[in-house]
């Protein structure tokens, strides 16, 4: 009798002990599937690199040309977008890398290569980097000031002497 409840008590211990494993288990795992959750709200983690090909153009009057749907005047220029080779419409975030293209015509008459940042919340993207895409081959954009030897990325007076800056193609690969 005393025998068998030691044996029943082992049992009980053992499957208590069991549980107790299964437990550590399943902390274990709630606390890795919390920890990738949590890599997943780095704001580091929020985007994914994309290289995108086409000319930047003002959102509303080339999308009034594919739809035939008119934006009111006041937002005729207000939204600049990557149309990419196929037609697509990429809306572009006007930070200074996305006002230079606002700022300087020229860019807008060029086919761009553009590296871009595309984040999980948003349809925008975030201008990296620009290249010219011509003939002859690709030319990374951006301004120069040749007086005091300082880039800058959008068309503007020189940070350092005031003067005008300009543009500047330095051929890649
Ligand atoms: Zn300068």
Redesign the pocket.
Known sequence: MSRMRIAECGLRNQGITGLHDNRFIVAAAALFLLSQVLVAEEPSKEYHSETLQGRVIFLAETFEKQTGIRSVPEARERILALQTTDGTLVPILEDSRGRAFRRDERLRDMTVELDVRRYRTSPVVQIIRVLEVAKDGRYEIDYW?D??A?ATVERKD?E????P?ELRRRKVN
């Open positions: 000031c007086i005091c300082i020189c350092c002497c005031q003067g800056v």
